[in-house]
């Protein structure tokens, strides 16, 4: 991970190195945030990046189920054998 830090973002080689110390020393744990919230922006725009925060936090910290999932539904064939031992679960 502290390779793609070093080669893409913008901060300076001294401050990702202290980054990197502070991790190490259990620290600080927030740099992967801030680095992937400054290359989101890079590549879209600060708004962007801040809701990606969002939703991750959203969906990782409080498992909250994202509103906009597509779903999809689908009929079990005449013989529900098949889907029974793909999922081992009974039907």
Do not use: C
Request: proline share 4%.
């Amino acid at each position: 991970m502290w390779r793609y830090i070093e080669l893409l973002s913008f901060e300076s080689l001294a401050t990702i190195r202290k980054w990197k110390k502070e991790v190490d020393e259990g620290k600080n744990r927030g740099h992967q945030v801030a680095f992937a919230q400054e290359i989101v922006a890079r590549f879209h725009h600060r708004a962007a990046a801040e809701k990606a925060l969002l939703d991750f936090e959203a969906r990782f910290k409080q498992g909250q189920v994202p509103k906009d999932i597509p779903s999809a539904g689908f009929r079990l064939a005449a013989n529900p054998y098949f889907f029974t031992k793909f999922s081992n679960r009974p039907v």
